[in-house]
């Protein structure tokens, strides 16, 4: 059977929307996690810092979301400590439509700054000196404060 031009040209488009990615479909396979052992605000907090506190920082918090502070990220619920594959947060930095990706603006985070984070969330996602940290100290020196 030979095909018409118009059912030639349904058939291509169906072949388009099948070699689409998925929305939320990362743009080919993760970059790979950092071998290295990486330190929160050493390596991490300068990335979200640039990249992201512009939108959920102190100032603004997009979809009500703050990155700054440990208990805030840790509520989103964006990984789970030890599987960065599985995690929100890195499917939404290497979302392959740049409507799904984190930052919305501006380029996508490199693949070794994806390895970073990966890194940070397989090996604990440890929060060694940021706002949350001392935040809880703060609160718990005016506990201190009024007691006395
Ligand atoms: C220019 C502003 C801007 C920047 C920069 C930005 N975001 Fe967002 N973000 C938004 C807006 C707007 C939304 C809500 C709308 C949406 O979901 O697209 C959002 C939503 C989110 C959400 C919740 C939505 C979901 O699908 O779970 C997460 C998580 C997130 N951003 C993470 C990040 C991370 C991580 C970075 C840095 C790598 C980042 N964002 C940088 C504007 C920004």
Redesign the pocket.
Known sequence: MRLGPTMRRSFGLVVLMLAAPAPGATAGPLPPATARPVDFARDVQPI?AR??Y???GEKKQ??G?R?DRRPDALL?K?FTPGKSADS??IR??TAADPDDR????GPA?SGEQVGVLRAWIDQGARWSSADGDHWSLRRLAARLCAIR
């Open positions: 979200l990249h992201c512009t939108c959920h997009k979809a979301l990155l989103a964006l929100r947060l939404l930095v984190m930052p919305p603006d985070l």
